[in-house]
């Protein structure tokens, strides 16, 4: 049996007990009055910044930073806010905008593509000769030469070629210029005795006007380009532009390989060797239309050259680099050239004129029958109405290059129908 003094401890024990358990729950009771308070302190809270959101006008955006938070729900895994609701990809206004933003953007392509349209065309002209030119540097590299030293004996000879034609065409043209000069007042007089020239002169004064520029002749060329400056503007442009195709022709052919490495790496993988045959089937073609041109056009300025040796016409080396240089123009160059020549034959006599205008249609019929299907069916292989359709286009659309280009285009165009399009549309 436990003494008095055990029943007292344990008596004590358990009144500490109680009392602490009395100040736990008053503690409790304080604290959640505390609560209540602080939850009462933060609607009051977000209801005066509420308040103070609405009090701003509903057009002026909230300016104060911790509205701005509020209305956006900031927190701590958004302190930016959270994100709104998407815009319905089917609504009219994100419709009309995309539209309206594809057209201003095709809109701005095609302003672009038309302001750098002589750009564009000289680098055409630059990439056309390059890989025209591309099967002689490669020839001369299977011979042991570097690919540098080649691509300079190639753009050498071009230009000694063009120098040349200069020197023979320039003095001559120069020098028959001043001999039209000088006699054209006897030629207008002679108009002037005839009664219908003399009638049509009264009313348009056609032949006062050639005699006053017969007398000033410098004032000819100005006139026709808008004064000294108009002329010196034609002149800076027309030597910017060939020396622009000379330095973007060197570039193209000294870096046509790693050019065409470098396009083929924008194929996708499974494709590229198949592009990189075509590819390089078009190019050779493009080469070997060039070739085959150069062939044609060296047969024509050779027979020019011998003719006008045996009629003992003036100039004959002029004439036929003239008559070559037209001849790479197709359908249209030969003729022109041959007109030139045949013009000329009849200054010297009636007899002779014929005779080059017999020589001409003869040797045009050869050329456009037997020269030139058999070089440009081995080099390029297109139908002779494509050719004919190609060149009409091409000379519509950019004049003498077009006429040029329209071959090897229409050459790329059937290769790729022949080895793309018809297969797809067989297996379809």
Known sequence: MPDRKEIEEQI??????????VAAEAGAQEASRD???????????????????????????????????????????????????????????????????????????????IAVRSVLILLLISAFLAIGLNPAVEALGRRGLGRGKSVAIVLLGALLFFVGFGLAVVPPIVDQAGQFVNKAPDYIQQLQNNSRVADLDSRYHFLKTAKDYLSHPEKAGTSVFGGVL?????????????????????????????????????????????????TDEILERVGGYVGGALVIAACAGVSTF???LVLGVPYPVALAMLVAITDLVPLVGATIGAAVVILVSFFVS???????????AIYQQIENYVLYPRIMKRSVDVSPAATVVAVLIGGSLLGVLGALLA??????????????????????
Request: charged content about 20%; proline content about 6%.
């Open 35 to 113: 609560a209540q308070r602080a939850r009462e302190g933060a609607v009051q809270a977000g209801q005066a910044a509420v308040e103070a959101a609405e009090a701003v006008a509903p057009d002026d955006p909230l300016l104060d930073t911790a509205v701005r938070k509020i209305e956006a729900q900031a927190d701590e895994d958004n302190p930016y806010g959270r994100p709104g609701r998407p815009l319905n990809r089917r609504s009219p206004f994100r419709l009309a905008f995309t539209a309206a933003l594809g057209v201003a953007l095709a809109y701005g392509l095609v302003s672009a593509l």
């Open 306 to 308: 011998v003719l006008l």
């Open 12 to 21: 004590d024990e358990v009144e500490a007990s109680a009392d602490r358990a």
């Open 230 to 278: 108009g002329v010196g503007k034609v002149v800076f442009s027309a030597f910017f532009s060939t020396l622009t195709v000379l330095i973007l022709t060197l570039y193209f052919l000294s870096n046509l390989p790693s050019i065409k490495t470098s396009a083929y790496r924008a194929v996708p993988r499974s494709r590229r060797a198949r592009v990189g045959l075509l």
């Open 407 to 428: 071959i090897p285009i229409a050459a790329a165009v059937q290769l790729v129908l022949q080895e793309v399009i018809v297969p797809r549309q067989d297996e379809s």
């Open 350 to 360: 009636v007899e002779v004129g014929l005779i080059a205008f017999a020589f001409y």
